[in-house]
């Protein structure tokens, strides 16, 4: 257990709304990452983070901004929500143990823009 | 471009019997790791195992182990003595290096087992 957390944990909103998804670690850990999961496409990154206000942009980040103010917080927004949008959303931190290197993922945010 | 293939969408296997999921990637960096997770039903995404591109021995983690065929890109997970709670989607990724350390994942193989 990494200590990450997701808010919120289900969100029903309609089209043209902003979003913002929150991640949520208790161990500083440098990465942090947002994907989306969606079916047949597995998890594809949004954006991520390599430390306080150094982000960058992942393979499907339109209509995505993020924000990383604190070690331990890394926001998702979407500007303006749409359909196209409703997904399951992950954050991730990457962890270095020795020779060994994880991802360990939050819960997940259930999104449907109406 | 990286990619990472699993090219089996759905897999069944007899309780008690092992079981190889593929996964092929591509890449043209010689420092990269590669990963394999589980999601269950519940939905929360487990990590499994890890191989780094310059460990010579395959990665093992309990009734997990990595098959890494460096030249063939390729690194199958095989689950050995399969049990009914390995029924779960899997995932193979992989991490290139880098700033930021991108991951890169596949569409996922659906196990099932067979009591």
Redo the contacts between chains.
């Keep these: 257990d990494a200590g990450i957390t997701q808010s919120p944990r289900h969100k029903v909103t309609e089209t043209g709304t902003p979003v913002t998804l929150r991640c949520h670690q208790t161990e500083n850990h440098r990465?942090m990452?947002w994907?989306r999961q969606d079916p047949?496409?597995?998890?594809?990154?949004i954006h991520?983070?390599?430390g306080v206000k150094d982000t960058?942009k992942?393979e499907v980040s339109d209509g995505y901004s993020v924000s990383r103010s604190k070690t331990e917080d890394f926001l998702l927004t979407l500007e303006s929500a749409t359909s196209s949008q409703t997904s399951?959303y992950?954050c991730?931190i990457?962890v270095q143990r020795g020779?060994?290197?994880?991802?360990?993922?939050g819960?997940?945010t259930r999104l449907l823009v109406l | 471009a990286q990619k990472i293939t699993q090219t089996q969408p759905g897999m069944f296997v007899q309780e008690k019997e092992a079981v190889t999921l593929d996964c092929t990637y591509d890449t043209s960096d010689q420092s990269y790791g590669l990963f394999w997770y589980k999601q269950p039903s519940s939905g929360e995404m487990i990590f499994l195992i890890y191989q780094g591109s310059y460990d010579e021995q395959n990665a093992t983690e309990g009734r997990y182990s990595l098959n890494f065929q460096k030249a063939r890109k390729s690194a199958n997970l095989v689950i050995s003595a399969s049990q009914l709670g390995d029924s779960a989607m899997y995932f193979c990724a992989m991490r290139r290096p880098g700033r930021g350390n991108q991951f890169y994942f596949g569409t996922g193989t659906s196990l099932t087992v067979i009591p």
């Design positions: 990465y990452y994907y047949g496409h597995g998890l594809r990154l991520y983070s390599y960058d992942g399951v992950f991730a990457s020779p060994q290197e994880t991802q360990y993922f819960p997940g």
